[in-house]
């Protein structure tokens, strides 16, 4: 089965948003910056997020969102505010208070949920649907 591994974001400033990851999420360095470069990888542990610097602005089209998944809505929120000061944060239109919308320093968007949106059935499960 193939599973997500690496996402990328373009970047005006690579180090800024690594920061902002490091700091609010606790993602650490995966592996070194390419020598000439501005890129920096990083992980969770599961995924690497590459932030690529938008040498020119040669991508505009960007990443729409992606979601991450945390075991404490509100610390990460308040380490958010603490990264982003006066940032506005999306509340859902919910009255759900265990899923929100946000964005990074560079304006990509981030669906921040305690519980994720991975429903995870195994295909055996529907192997003999008709």
Do not use: C
């Amino acid at each position: 089965m193939a599973q997500i591994r690496h996402l990328a974001i373009s970047s005006d400033d690579t180090e800024k948003l690594a920061s902002f990851y490091k700091e609010v999420f606790g993602f650490w360095q995966s592996r070194p910056t390419p020598e000439g470069l501005k890129t920096i990888y990083l992980t969770d542990g599961t995924v690497e997020l590459a932030i690529l610097e938008n040498t020119n602005q040669q991508n505009s089209n960007g990443l729409h969102h992606f979601g991450l998944q945390t075991d404490d809505i509100d610390a990460t929120i308040n380490r958010v505010e603490k990264a982003q000061p006066g940032k506005v944060i999306g509340k859902p239109g919910s009255s759900s208070s265990k899923d929100l919308w946000l964005s990074d320093p560079s304006g990509n968007h981030i669906y921040l949920s305690v519980h994720g949106t991975l429903e995870y059935q195994p295909v055996e499960k529907y192997a003999n649907r008709k």
